[in-house]
Every structure is written in C-alpha cells, then in structure tokens.
C-alpha cells in the first residue's frame, strides 16, 4: 500500500525512539532534563464543507457566557486556531469534514474542504460516516489523490490527496483475503503486531496513526460510529464491516503498546446529546453511545474526542482503571474547536493524566478572518459563483427544518412534495416520503448571497437543503408493507431504530400514528387523496435512493418491487421551486398524533 501508511509510522517511531530522546537531552549534563514534556491538542469534528459561515441556526452557537452568538466559517476557524495553536499543537478531527456539504464543496467532490484542513495543519482524522457518502474508493481517492474518475479534476488541477492521516480502526474489508495497506507495511520481524491483526481482521484504512511532538510519540486511534452501514448508501461500502467501537480501539491501543507508544488518543466518530442551551463546557451529556465508548474503551487510551452527535460538551469520565478521562466534542460546522493541554512524562511516555486540562472555544466571527483562508475560499467562490447565485425560485418567508409536534417540518414537506411532482410521469409515483435526516439547512428568506432579503432562493441554496445528490426512485408496496414502513419510524421494532425519525410525506398522503399503543400498532387511518388505503392494495412510493436501498433502518423499503430510477433530487427540488414560486411553507398538518 501507500508509503503514508500510518502503521509504518509507528514503527519507525518505535525503532528510533530511544536516539530521538538522547538528542533532546540538553549539552550542559549537570542540568537535569525535564520529567515532562508539554502537548496541546486542537480538535474540530463534522466541520461538514462549511468553508463559507454557515447561517440560520446552523451558524450560531450558545457560548460559555450563556450568550447566542454567530459562529463559524473556515476563515475564522483558521484565525481561532493560529491564535490558540502554540509550538506544541497538533491539529486533530473527528470526522465529517466531508460529506453533506454546501455546494462549494460539494461540486468539487469536497476536495476544497480536504485542502482546507491541509491548511489549517490538520495532522491526523477519524473518518465520520460521511466520509463513506460517495463510497469507499471516493475516500480512497480523496485520501491518495488522483482525479474524480466521472467529473475530472478539479479547477486547481490534479488532486494531490489529503497531507493528513485518516484513520478508522473498526472498519475491516468484508474478505479476509483482500489485500491491505495497513498489513503490508509491517516488518517481518514484527510477528506479535502481525499476529493481532490477523486475529482481528483486516483494515480497510490505517487504524493508527503516531505523531511526535517535544520527542515523544502521541498516537491516534481512528474510530467511526458501528452504525454507519444503516445510514451511508449501501453500494459504496459493499465491501466493509464496521465493527464494536471499543472492540476494535482496545486492539489499535495493543497495537500501539506494541510499539511503545503510551500516550493514546481516541478521535471516534460517534457521541452524545446534551441538554439545550448548555454552555460548550458544559458536561451534561445524556449518557448514550459515545459515552459507552469513553467509559469501555482500555484504559491506555487517555483521551476520547467525540463527534457525530453535533453537540458540544466536555465530560470526565471513569477509564477501567477508575482514573478520570477527558470526553469531548466540539458541535458541529466549524462553530468550536476543542483545546486539550496536557503533560507527557518522558521516561514513561505517558500522559499524565492529572494534567490534562480541555477547554472547548467557539469560533466567533468578532475576530478578524485569515486573510489567506479569506481568499481561498473567494477563490472557489468564484469558481462555483455562476451556478450557486443562479435563482431558481422564491419563497414567501422562511421555510424552516424544525419539527413540528408530529415529526413533520414545512421543509421536510415541501421537498416531499417536489418528490412527488418529479416522478409522477415516468415513475408513476402515488406518494413521497422524505427521511428526516437528509434534510439539512432550512431555507432562509434573507440571506440569498445573490439577492439580499427578497426571498430569491439560488442554486446553492436549495443544493445546502439537502445536498446529498441522491438519485429519486419509485417503487411498489402494498399498503401493508407501506404500514409496516411507517412503523419502522419508531424504537422498538426489530429494524432497531435508535431513534424516532418521522418521515416527510408529500400533501396527498396523510395518516394517524398513536404515542402510546404498541410497536406494530402504532400507525392508522392512512389516507391517499383523502382514499383510506387496505392492506392488499399497491402502491408507488417515491423516495430516494439511500431510503429505497433501506437506509435508516427503513428495511421494509426494501421489499418494494417495480424498482424505477428518476432524476437527482436536487434536480426535483429545483424545478419544483421554478414551478411553483412564490412557495410558502406548507402546513405540517399531514400527520395526526394521538396519545
Ligand atoms: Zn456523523
């Protein structure tokens, strides 16, 4: 496999450790050498494309004052970090840079974003789910450079690849017998380290990666959430399994003793939710997956940074061994990078963990934007500037992603709508169901970047509202297994669903569902164009492609039949918009809740 192997890495650092540790002692020997050397971590997670300030909701954050203040954008991201970074830093991440982002990124396969992180001296990532969302060899791709096999290079030319490590300690090729980077890159003599990943499996992505810092080694252990299978488009990861989290990050932190490094980080891709409003510091992490992780994983691993969950907190919790350890995670879409200090011991090369201290900064827009970040971003602005400012529609007010006490949003609908409207002809589509969590900025009145406060919406608007670019299919169920989907919405099914998400249902489809009766039983009185729908009939339902392959722990989408493939949804959307503007937000009055 690749030279950058991270493996390899470790290796080396384990070979050369004892000649980097003589150099660092100073010439004059009556001096004692210090007993510790300090390290600062910087850490941002699900930064999600959002190279531009992201706005609405998406760009304000609650601050350690209890104060909402706007945050974010790549250029103060970099001024936040220049400004906090010191000569001991290394840039970390915890997946989702990449994946669900605004069209500035997205049309460029998100290679913006990536050279971003290059600049911001981004050293190692966990891969989130979203860095799976174009497949496996996208991710290949984008870590090892090359050009888009479909679309080409990029404006800047050739892509290089990430100059960061990705890492991803629980994702494992399906095949045992597939060739691996990660394998290959060890010495024969290496036979104990060689031993226990051939017991384990077979690494699709470098589990590890070690970086040295004031002369002693600091390794990462890359972790991603284990459900990613149930919300990343099948095709792409036909080969992968996502293995237990804690299972696979007490086999990289083997790996890692192995090879005598001590000081073990884990950036894992999966967290909890807190309580609203709370300050970023705040710990008041519902105790969930992520917390499961930070409790389990061995208690070499000194640290757990956290993301996925979009929330910001700071958390101590208990290792095996009883000693505290710092959990974390720095909300979403660059609004706050976390800053971990600590102290490694240089004999034992060991955090010591008493040292630690973590502070999680929200990256106010009060400061001045990096000048250089500043320009490149303009510079892809430019590039995406006639497509993203071109107005394909306008709407009336706000068009907002904020569920309504059914699980309904007036942009869930809307888009449900203009679904429905894209693959009625050719498709034969009856009805349209929307997943809740493909539905990602709301539309916002006044901050068309073209068309200041006049309801314009633009290309790249609408793109940021669900900026998937899935492919709208339709296909037959009977009004059983249409039942049986709209069950499958809520907990306690055998689908495991983790949490309740409602589908969007286009305007002609309406139906009861019950808080309090049973699994199964949930779901009533549904309704098309007023019909009331048996059992037995069939029905054509549009959806998109991630929902139709069973995404989100919708199986039962995937015993529907007569499989036929429309336009991009993006492309729905937008003509939908054209054809129906001014839009208003349409009532979420298409399902009805009872107790
Ligand atoms: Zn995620």
């Excluded at 709370?278 to 499961?292: F, H, K, L, T």
């Excluded at 320009?375 to 904020?402: L, S, Y």
């Excluded at 073209?450 to 509202?465: H, L, P």
């Excluded at 492919?471 to 983790?498: C, H, I």
Aim: hydrophobic fraction near 40%; charge should be negative.
């Amino acid at each position: 496999m690749t030279s950058r192997s991270l493996l390899r890495l470790a290796l080396a650092g384990a070979v050369t450790s004892g000649a980097v540790l003589l150099a660092t002692l100073p010439a004059d020997a009556s001096k004692a050498p210090p007993s510790t050397v300090p390290v600062r971590l910087l850490a941002l997670n699900d930064f999600h494309g959002h190279l531009e300030p992201p706005t609405g909701s998406s760009g304000r954050m609650v601050d350690e004052h209890g104060q909402t203040v706007d945050a974010g954008g790549a250029a103060y991201v970099a001024a936040h970090m220049k400004a906090l970074a010191d000569p001991n830093t290394i840039a970390v991440a915890q997946g989702d840079l990449i994946g669900a982002t605004p069209l500035i990124s997205a049309a460029y396969h998100d290679e913006p974003s990536i050279e971003f992180m290059d600049k911001l001296g981004l050293k190692v990532a966990a891969v989130g789910n979203h860095e799976f969302d174009e497949g496996y060899a996208e991710l290949r791709r984008i870590m090892d450079g090359g050009c888009h096999p479909v679309d080409g290079c990029s404006p800047a030319g050739e892509w290089k690849g990430a100059k960061f490590d990705y890492v991803g300690a629980n994702v494992l090729f399906k095949n045992p017998n597939e060739k691996t980077d990660a394998l290959s890159a060890l010495g024969a003599k290496q036979s104990e380290v060689k031993q226990l990943l051939a017991d384990w499996g077979v690494p699709a992505l470098p589990p590890v990666s070690v970086k040295w810092m004031n002369g002693v080694p600091i390794g990462f252990i890359g972790l991603v959430t284990q459900t990613t299978p149930s919300i990343v488009t099948t095709e792409g990861i036909k080969d992968l399994k996502f293995v237990d989290e804690v299972k696979a990050a007490n086999v990289a932190s083997k790996l890692l003793k192995l090879v005598g490094v001590k000081a073990q980080v884990v950036l894992v891709h999966e967290g909890d939710q807190v309580t609203t409003g709370q300050s970023p510091d705040a710990c008041s992490a519902i105790p969930g997956v992520g917390n499961r992780i930070a409790t389990q994983v061995d208690a070499e691993v000194d640290l757990v940074l956290s993301g996925h969950s979009h929330q910001a907190y700071l958390c101590k919790v208990k290792d095996p061994a009883g000693n505290d350890r710092v959990y974390s995670q720095g909300g979403s879409f660059g609004r706050v990078i976390t800053q971990v200090d600590m102290n490694v011991n240089v004999r034992t090369r060991d955090i010591e963990r008493a040292s630690v201290v973590a502070d999680n900064h929200v990256v106010t827009r009060t400061v001045a934007p990096d000048p250089e970040i500043s320009a490149f971003v303009q510079t892809w602005k430019n590039r995406v500037g006639p497509v993203a400012n071109k107005p394909v529609g306008t709407i009336t007010t706000d068009v907002a992603n904020m569920a309504a006490p059914s699980g309904e949003t007036p942009l869930g609908d809307l888009i449900a709508d203009a679904q429905l409207a894209a693959t009625k002809t050719g498709g034969n589509a009856q009805i349209a169901l929307m997943n809740p969590g493909g539905v990602r900025e709301p539309l916002t009145y006044a901050t068309s970047p073209a068309n200041e406060g006049d309801g314009v919406v633009t290309y790249g608007e609408a793109f940021a509202t669900q900026p998937f670019n899935n492919l709208m299919q339709v296909v037959t169920l009977t009004g059983a297994q249409l039942k049986t989907v709209l069950e499958q919405q809520f907990t306690g099914g055998p689908n495991n669903q983790a949490f309740t998400k409602i589908l969007q249902p286009s305007a002609n489809f309406t139906y009861t569902y019950s808080r309090s009766a049973a699994w199964g039983s949930k779901v009533s009185n549904m309704k098309i164009d007023g019909v009331p729908v048996t059992d037995a009939q069939t029905i054509r339902v549009a959806a998109n492609n991630f929902l139709v392959g069973g995404g989100d722990a919708f199986v039962a989408f995937r015993d529907g039949t007569e499989l036929w493939s429309g336009p991009l949804d993006i492309d729905a959307f937008v003509d939908y918009l054209g054809a129906n503007s001014p839009t208003a937000p349409p009532a979420t009055n298409r399902i009805t809740v009872i107790d």
